[in-house]
């Protein structure tokens, strides 16, 4: 017996509520507070704004799978200057020039996603127990959710900065 089922429905379902969020994405958890693993469909549109964190103390990995649309996977160094960048996309055509289908992002590496399609679906896993106390530290050198103007000006530069279309 399978415990979790990720279809077309659930996807579509996860988008549909995306596409009504002011933030312009919304999640689906599979796991329960209690378990150690954190998994979850993540789906957002173009324009929704991820502020770069980290998760540290505790230190937590984290996997992006990319399950349909393209994504742009972005890790900073401590001053937030680019470090890496993967094109996350569903294509095949594309996965043969070079873009992927997962990234693993080390443990304390600062990081964010944009998404670069009209639409997108992901799924994450984070390796530990989910706290919102110690979850998330959030780039003191990048704007906040709440400066609206300020993160679509920051996510605008920064897809501009890495190339991506």
């Not at 429905?9 to 994405?25: G, I, K, N, Q, W």
């Not at 230190?59 to 996977?73: C, H, M, N, Q």
């Not at 937030?80 to 997962?102: I, N």
């Not at 896993?125 to 003191?140: E, L, M, Q, S, W």
Request: net charge negative; proline share 7%.
């Amino acid at each position: 017996m399978f415990a979790r089922r990720l279809d077309a429905a659930l996807m579509e379902s996860t988008l549909a509520r995306a596409r009504v969020s002011p933030r312009r994405r919304a999640n689906h958890c599979f796991h329960a507070p209690a378990d150690r693993l954190q998994r979850m469909v993540i789906a957002a549109l173009a324009g929704s704004y991820f502020p770069p964190h980290r998760h540290k103390d505790p230190d937590k990995l984290e996997i992006f799978t990319i399950l349909s649309g393209r994504v742009l996977a972005i890790t900073f160094d401590d001053a937030g200057g680019l470090d890496e960048t993967a094109l996350l996309s569903a294509d095949p055509e594309e996965r043969a020039r070079g873009a992927v289908a997962q990234v693993e992002i080390p443990p304390g590496a600062w990081h964010t996603l944009a998404v670069l399609s009209p639409e997108a679906v992901i799924y994450e896993v984070i390796d530990g127990y989910f706290d919102a106390k110690t979850h998330k530290r959030f780039a003191p050198w990048a704007p906040s959710e709440a400066d609206a103007e300020g993160a679509q000006a920051y996510l605008t530069d920064l897809i501009e900065r890495c190339g991506a279309v």
